[in-house]
């Protein structure tokens, strides 16, 4: 009998340690796949870094778009100033061509009053005429 229970206590622990061999194999198998996510992780890391150099990229891109954007905005400017200058070139030919205006509309009434001036110098000489036929 107490062989009997020597052996059952003893295959009860041959059972153990294959019980915790089982588990060291489990914690082996474990940290081989935590080593393999270390591994991937690393490719992971490499898979980050370049979205941040394309990031860097990117923002470099943006820097050069900004620089000529500059350029772009001197240009627009140079646009809006020659705009400016072309309305006050048309400005001033509006102004001329009022200018113009008026001093056609001075004209034309000084040809006006001049025709008035000749019709009264008519009248004067008909009524002239008319003195002189009853003179």
Known sequence: MVYRALDVVYRANLSFDRAASGVSRANL???????????????FDRAASEVYRA???????LD?????????????SGVFRANSSFDRAA????????GLARATGEVYRA?????????????A???????????
């Open 64 to 76: 050069v778009v900004y620089r000529a954007n500059p350029g772009f905005d001197r240009a627009a």
């Open 29 to 43: 198998g474990l940290a081989r796949a935590a080593s393999v996510a270390y591994r991937a992780n690393p490719g």
């Open 111 to 123: 040809n006006l009053g001049l025709a008035r001036a000749a019709s009264v110098a008519y009248r």
């Open 125 to 135: 000489n008909l009524s002239l005429a008319r003195a002189a036929g009853v003179a």
């Open 91 to 98: 400005g001033e030919a509006y102004r001329a061509n009022l």
């Open 55 to 61: 990031n860097l990229s990117f923002a470099r891109a």
